[in-house]
């Protein structure tokens, strides 16, 4: 009877957790966006609120204060909301809105990272613990903070890299495993090498490794780490500038024979990387020279693209990279340099571009065969992703509002948070429609999470749970 009891324990437990929907990293599963199952495992239909009000209570499931100053986003493995977050002396200033000062934050005394766990379903902080306490070695820009990267969990490890004190393993308590230094990690504008901006690139972890992007002023590169025990398994230089954006695994090819690819955006290297070794393999040059946006990927039965946009300078291309053929071959043509004779241009590894169509900010999310893609003063575009084609650019908003917070989707409908909390919720078709503003009366500069029919917002203070009322 005990045995029995026992099994049926275990057997619940596991269903559960197998059917818990999981948001492990930036944008969830391969940063796409929109819930999925990272192990293969089918998808868990989700059915998002489309409406709520902050002030009345409606469809506004709990709101729990968070400490400090943060962009990193909620990260949700089982039941468990997993936050990075950094509390000075004072309250940090954050200036949002659409500016182009470069200057940094004036805010360089003693920094507390802490590491927090909250309960998805009640809102209620398990536990609160200090991460690390430093004077950051790099400064911050206005609209960033010391915690811009969104930590990454495998159900038992959770990497974070704390702003520029270095890469930090944890369990799943709070407590330290091991950490790595892994230099200054001075991003900012690389036309001005004293305007630091704070790093923002965020790990991933895939196979037991963590794998991170560190483009910043100098001794740039790309490498991977035991998750278990922190060894550096391989690290690969980069020539390029200071890039906020996270790298994405991809599997190219089907069956055994399927390799597994490090996509990531740059200015002169956007590139894709072996997973096993760190060798490049092919490599892109040209775009926008502050690339911001990580690499999404579209599978179309075995087709397989890859999509990548950047902003700032003379371009800001939205552009799409042919990973395999129809039958789920892999290109040949990926290999070494596969930049066109001309900007804008296609050949056997662009499938399609558009020069001046990409985002600067937000990373761009697939919803069936439509790519949309959201500039920071909130204009909307809508792409055939198999062709290209524009199916619409509209505005969200008439103007005056500024976004940085990628969109999230479940399916169904794409909700988009501008800076100043208005969330805009826009259907996932070929025709433009919306709903909002629905106000959360706080900043939001952190992307949302979804799992299991809830919306988890980061404000400014808070963290907020969206959910239909029962």
Known sequence: MKLTRAFAFSAFFLSSTLLAQNWPQFRGPNAGGVPTSASGLPTIATTLPTEFNIDSGKN?????????????????????????TVVSAEKAELKVGLYGDIAAANDHGPQTWRLLAVDKNTGATHWNK???????RVKRHTKATHANSTPATDGTHIAAIIGSEGLFCFDTRGELLWKKDLGPMDSGFFMSKSAQWGFASSPVIHDSKVIVQCDVQTNSFIAAFNVKNGDELWRTERTDVPTWSTPTIVKIGINDSAKTNILVNGWHQTAAYDFHTGKQIWWHDGGGDIPTPTPIIGNFGHEKLAYFTSAHGRFRPMMAIRLTNSDGTPNPALKDNIT????????????????????????????????????????????NARTGQILYSERLVPGGQGFTTSPVSDGKN????????NIFIVPAEERFSKTGP???????????????????????????????SK
């Open 438 to 468: 629905f106000p959360l009366n706080e900043t939001v500069m952190a992307t949302p999470a979804i799992s299991d029919n809830a919306l988890y917002i980061r404000t400014r203070d808070h963290l907020v749970c969206i959910r239909e």
């Open 414 to 421: 794409i909700f988009f948070a501008s800076e100043t909390g």
């Open 60 to 84: 506004i499931a709990w709101r729990t204060p968070i400490p400090g100053l943060a962009h990193a986003s909620p990260i949700i493995w089982s039941n468990t909301v997993y936050l990075l």
């Open 340 to 383: 066109a004779a001309t900007f804008g241009e296609t050949n056997a590894a662009i499938a399609w571009i558009h020069p001046r169509q990409g985002a600067y900010m937000q990373t761009p999310i697939l919803v069936g065969e439509t790519l949309y893609s959201c500039t920071d003063n909130g204009v909307l575009t809508a792409f």
């Open 130 to 136: 200090i991460a690390h306490i430093a004077v950051p």
